[in-house]
Each structure stands twice: as C-alpha cells, then as structure tokens.
C-alpha cells in the first residue's frame, strides 16, 4: 500500500524559500498525479497544487507566483518550493494523491510536516 | 474564510446520531462535482472516510454515511462511539479556483 511521508526544515525565514520533498513507498510515482496541501494554524486545509509524474503541473491562483512542484521519477519523489514566505504560510504541509486531475478525492496522504516562518 | 462551508463543531453522546453539513456553491457542488470526506486525528495523516458523496473506502465502519443534494452534502454518523472524535473535513472540486477546495473542518466531540 502506497505512503508518503514529508520532509524538510520546519523552521524558515522570512522572505526565504521553503523547500519540502514527499517520498513515494509502496508503490511507484508513475501513471499518478500528486498533490500539496496545507493547513494554518486555526484554518482550513487549503490546496497549493500538483504535479503529474510527467512533470506537468497546476496551482493554486492565489499561490501561482510563488510555487513551483517538481517531481523525481528516479527517487520515488516529488517537492515543493514556496518563495518569499513570510508569517502566513507558516501550516503544516501535507503531500497527497489526487485521484484525478480535475476531481476527486485525495488518497492517501502523509502525516503532515509542521513549517513555522520565524526569524 | 473556507470555499465550502461546515460547522465549527457538532456533539452528542455514545450511540446517538449526528450530522456534519457541508454547504458550497455553483462552482463546486452544484456545478456537479462529488463531495469527499475526512477524517483528521491531531498530528496523524486525514484519512479519506467518504468518496464520490456516499461511498465508504474499505475499513470504515459502516455507520458513517455521507449524502448530497444540490450544492449541500451530509456527513452522518450514527451508533456515536469515543473513537468518533476527530476533526471531520468535506472537500469537492472547484471550476472558477480550476482546483480543488475544502471546508473549514468540523470538530465531532463525543459527550
């Protein structure tokens, strides 16, 4: 059974990259599309966008400028860079599947990484 | 401010029912598009708990229900236990946002 699991510094500073990767197991990142999602403190989930194992992608209009998902074939990986953060993208980033890129639901999902934008 | 919108929180006590609504708009459930449920344990992955509006992934107990009607969708739970106790989350896809969007989340607590 596929998991994911996330990774990456929990602390950034302001007007910095946050840099995360969410490692594929169980299954191959192939034939798949994968998500980001994030959830601030006292919010919602909100979705950033995703990357299909060939390396196209979508996002979020609200976060476009500054995101870019990437994915690694070799490594089983896929990452999220958000540039020029600052104290309201501090969440805890989840990776997850979209069952499909237009719809449907998400399945599975990591565990979840807490980022805090402190300096 | 959600695109979908939930109850902050819902209660009741062992063995009763509760419902968790989920109310959208025309660029998202009344345009058509399913509503997904989640459950969300603090500090754990959410776990899918109702697909495609009404369908349980292997492993739910089947006292979870989910409905849609229009641009609404219903979560219920019936026979309440402890272990029901969780964040419950509803999300669809969205036409104007091109991506996918959530609710603010429902904390179920059982009396």
Do not use: M
Not at chain 1, 34 to 51: A, D, F, T, V
């Amino acid at each position: 059974q596929v998991q994911l699991q996330e990774s990456g510094p929990g602390l950034v500073k302001p007007s910095e990259t946050l840099s995360l990767t969410c490692t594929v197991s169980g299954g191959s990142i192939s034939s798949y599309y994968w998500s980001w999602i994030r959830q601030s403190p006292g919010k919602g989930l909100e979705w950033i966008g995703y990357i299909y194992y060939t390396g196209s992608t979508k996002y979020n209009p609200s976060l476009k400028s500054r995101v870019t998902i990437l994915v690694d074939t070799s490594k089983n990986q896929f990452s999220l860079k958000l540039g020029s953060v600052t104290a309201a993208d501090t969440a805890v980033y989840y990776c997850a599947r979209p069952k499909w890129g237009d719809g449907g639901w998400f399945d599975p999902w990591g565990p979840g990484t807490p980022v805090t934008v402190s300096s | 401010q959600s695109v979908l919108t939930q109850p902050p929180s819902v209660s009741g006590a062992p063995g009763q029912r509760v419902t968790i609504s989920c109310t959208g708009s025309s660029s998202n459930t009344g345009a058509g598009h399913d509503v997904h449920w989640y459950q969300h344990l603090p500090g754990t992955a959410p776990k899918l708990f109702i697909y495609g509006n009404s369908n349980r992934p292997s492993g739910v107990p089947d006292r979870f229900s989910g409905s849609k009607s229009g641009t609404s969708a219903s979560l219920a739970i019936t026979g309440l236990q402890a272990e029901d106790e969780a964040d419950y989350y509803c999300q669809s896809y969205d036409n104007s946002l091109s991506g996918w969007v959530f609710g603010g989340g429902t904390k179920l607590t059982v009396l």
